[in-house]
Nanobody, 127 residues
Framework: QVQLVERGGGLVQPGGSLRLSCAAS????????MGWFRQAPGKEREFVAA????????????EYADSVKGRFTASRENAKSTVYLQMNSLNPEDTAVYYC????????????????WGQGTQVTVSS
């Protein structure tokens, strides 16, 4: 069973920054692409970013939703089986529960074809 544990959510003012982390079990780190979705109140869950994992010896492939490009940065730390989402220039529209996700391929993220989900962490952007 793959386990994903998110940390780092909280309350931040508009224009501020937060960094989320997602620690994965060793099995997931060796097998899956990892990424992030978010769900705002009254809205459907949407793709945010995803990063490849298996190709530890190369620059990872990363994809972003258009709404976060240039503001959010996904990265990984293989030795800790952890992925990160650095979120800058946050605005109230970024308020949502953010979910870590694992899928067998990067291409599956945009279609929501996710194999494992984390429990979610709340991000609130408000003055």
């Amino acid at each position: 069973q793959v386990q994903l544990v998110e940390r780092g959510g909280g309350l931040v003012q508009p224009g501020g920054s937060l960094r989320l982390s997602c620690a994965a079990s060793v099995d997931a780190a060796a097998t899956y692409a990892m990424g992030w979705f978010r769900q705002a109140p009254g809205k459907e869950r949407e793709f945010v970013a995803a990063i490849t994992w298996r190709d530890t010896w190369t620059t990872p492939n990363i994809e972003y939703a258009d709404s976060v490009k240039g503001r959010f940065t996904a990265s990984r730390e293989n030795a800790k089986s952890t992925v990160y989402l650095q979120m800058n220039s946050l605005n109230p529209e970024d308020t949502a529960v953010y979910y870590c996700a694992a899928a067998s391929a990067l291409a599956r993220f945009r279609g929501g074809q996710i194999d494992y989900w984390g429990q979610g962490t709340q991000v609130t952007v408000s003055s």
